[in-house]
């Protein structure tokens, strides 16, 4: 006589001759890996949720160097970089290619236009508890061709690939700097 087991995804046999084999415990064992699994997949999602919530939470009034914004939120994020703040909102997401075009709008607070804006663009997909799936994360460096205005509000717009509209859960700017100002005369 044979006996078979499903363990951790793995067929177990063992003939009748190979020891004493409790079919209750074997059970009893492979439910118990079954929920540590369970466990150990619910604390990956709750680890990549608290970090997503503890990064958004330091964008929310707190000067920081990540501006983090997710589509439908509404208000903006407030980045530190060499010059001083910079304010991001997503201001319109739409279908592009195989991926988004996403609109930002800068709101430059400063008295000076500020030129050839560069980061650092990160984005991806959500799971259902909205923390960051690592395995979708896209990143690319991008500097924008429009002058920042002072005191304004700027719209820029940046291609997202790989992530349609619909399905696109944060994007993530980080490493400002710049090329250049001018102040008036």
């Known amino acids: 006589m044979e006996f078979r087991f499903l363990i951790a995804g793995f067929v177990v046999a063992c ?10 415990q074997v059970a009893a064992d ?19 949720k608290l970090q997503f919530d503890t990064a958004l939470a330091r964008t929310k009034g707190d000067l920081s160097v990540i501006a ?8 903006y994020s407030v980045v530190r970089y060499d010059l001083g703040t910079l304010i ?17 709008r800068f709101g430059n607070p400063l008295a000076s236009s500020v030129n050839g804006l560069e980061a650092k663009v990160d984005w991806g997909l959500t799971d259902e508890e909205g923390g960051m799936k690592e395995e979708t994360l896209r990143s690319k460096e991008v500097t924008l061709n429009e002058t920042l205005r002072p005191g304004a509000w700027t719209k820029s717009t940046i291609v997202l690939d790989g ?22 005369r």
């Open 163 to 184: 992530i349609p509209p619909s399905s696109l859960g944060f994007v993530r700017l980080s490493n400002v700097s710049h090329t250049g100002v001018q102040l008036s």
């Open 15 to 24: 003939a009748a001759g190979c020891g004493n084999v409790n079919s209750n």
């Open 88 to 104: 991001i909102a997503i201001d319109d997401i739409s279908p592009y290619a195989n991926g988004s075009k996403v609109t930002l």
């Open 68 to 75: 983090l914004m997710r589509p439908g939120d509404e208000g």
């Open 30 to 48: 492979a439910k118990q890996i079954e929920e540590l699994e369970a466990a150990v997949t619910q604390a990956k999602k709750d680890i990549m």
